[in-house]
Structure formats: C-alpha cells, structure tokens
Nanobody
Framework: QVQLVESGGGLVQAGGSLRLSCAASGRTFSSYDMGWFRQAPGKEREFVAAVRWSGDRTYYADSVKGRFTISRDNAKNTVYLQMNSLKPDDTAVYYC??????????????WGQGTQVTVPS
C-alpha cells in the first residue's frame, strides 16, 4: 500500500515556475514507477510525465517537454515536478500516481488527492 500527498500548487503568472512535490508513505516507494497527470475543468485526465523507479529514465507529454522536469528522491520517498515557463493551458489539478511506467492513467495503482495549479491568462 502506498499513500501519496501532493503539495506545491498555487497561483503563478504566465512564464513563472512552480515545483510540485509528492510525498509517499510506505517502504516500497522505491520499487514503484511514478507519474504525474493533470485534469483541467471539463477535460479528461491527461498524462504529464513519468519516471522509472530508479530515476534513470523519464518520459514527457509533448505539451510539457522542455519546460517540465520530473525527478525523484527515493531516500525521501518523494517525487517532484519542476514546472517552468508556465502557460495558461497548464492550469489544472495535478495528481501524482504510483504504478507501472505508463502514459495510461488506468495503469497506475495509487493516486494522490491532487494539487491545484492556476496560471491566469
């Protein structure tokens, strides 16, 4: 069992940066691949980024490639999403998830409660 708690969301102007964190409980965190997803109002949840359990492999949605960076610290049971050059289209609730290395939300086993990111236009 893994419990996930996201933090770091907020209101930021276009072009600004935010760093999201996802703290995990449980001693098996380091064995899970991790992903970040987001869901904007009226839209389906979409994949943002994923990182392998070892941290040595990452994958990004085209919409965030070059602007967002996913990383993890297994000693701290935490995964991060550094978001730079934010745009109004990045406005969404951001969720972290634990499970297999995948872009498909249904593949993940555990989810956090989400953290709101708002970039006004």
């Amino acid at each position: 069992q893994v419990q996930l708690v996201e933090s770091g969301g907020g209101l930021v102007q276009a072009g600004g940066s935010l760093r999201l964190s996802c703290a995990a409980s449980g001693r098996t965190f380091s064995s899970y691949d991790m992903g970040w997803f987001r869901q904007a109002p009226g839209k389906e949840r979409e994949f943002v980024a994923a990182v392998r359990w070892s941290g040595d492999r990452t994958y990004y949605a085209d919409s965030v490639k070059g602007r967002f960076t996913i990383s993890r610290d297994n000693a701290k049971n935490t995964v991060y999403l550094q978001m730079n050059s934010l745009k109004p289209d990045d406005t969404a609730v951001y969720y972290c998830a634990a499970g297999p290395y995948s872009v498909v939300s249904g593949s993940y086993d555990y989810w956090g409660q989400g953290t709101q990111v708002t970039v006004p236009s």
